[in-house]
């Protein structure tokens, strides 16, 4: 049988670099692609880590009934694709969802037997420089994600499993193991 697990955890925290880093170490696993009103980012490519759609598709997407969930974030709008989730459990195929925490939250509601990943930044020090290196964000924005993240991060009790993302090697082997795991209950 299939099995649903969601990474989720505060924004800057590395998410979708650890998701690149588990592609290929994830068999029987598909990571589902959600669709964005965001534009793509430098090498990013539709349908690959997002299916890129403007405002008014987006909001076609919701009034189809389309979207498991969806949420705003930094401006834009994100959501989960009711067939990138339906298309792999029919598959008997596991599926990773990548989603900010309300999203996570809306999974469990929909798949209370869903695992909930908690990626935890080593330190709070960390996780504001790290948003002050993306160097896209004025002093203003960083305060406020840095609010935001405040935010996210006290939510992590309604997580199953907590990982620390100090050693991004190390963080992806212990994510894999609680997918394993998860994949076989
Ligand atoms: P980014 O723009 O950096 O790719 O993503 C911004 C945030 O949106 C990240 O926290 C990411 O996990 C989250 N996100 C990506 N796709 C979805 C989605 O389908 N639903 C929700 N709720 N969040 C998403």
């Given at each position: 049988m299939g099995a649903i697990a969601v990474l989720s955890g505060p924004g800057g925290v590395g998410k979708g670099t650890m998701i690149a880093r588990l592609r290929d170490r994830l068999a029987g696993w598909t990571v589902a692609v959600s669709a964005t009103t965001r534009a793509p980012r430098e090498g990013e490519r539709d349908g690959m880590e997002y299916h890129f759609v403007s405002d008014d598709e987006f909001d076609?997407?919701?009034?189809?009934?389309?979207?498991?969930?969806?949420?705003?974030?930094?401006?834009?709008?994100?959501?989960t694709l009711w067939d990138s989730v339906r298309g792999p459990l029919a598959d008997d195929r596991c599926v990773l969802l990548e989603l900010e925490i309300h999203g996570a939250l809306a999974v469990r509601k929909e798949f209370?037997?869903?695992?909930?990943?908690?990626?935890?930044?080593?330190s709070l020090d960390a996780l504001t420089s790290r948003l002050r290196q993306r160097g896209t964000d004025d002093d203003r924005r960083v305060a406020e994600r840095m609010a935001l993240a405040e935010w996210e991060l006290a939510q992590a009790d309604a997580f199953d499993h907590h990982v620390t993302n100090d050693d991004?090697?190390?963080?992806?082997?212990?994510?894999?193991?609680?997918?394993?795991?998860a994949a076989g209950d």
């Open positions: 076609r997407l919701i009034a189809d009934g389309a979207l498991l969930e969806w949420a705003r974030f930094g401006g834009n709008r994100y959501g209370p037997e869903a695992t909930l990943i908690f990626l935890h930044p080593p991004l090697d190390a963080a992806a082997a212990q994510i894999v193991r609680i997918l394993v795991d």
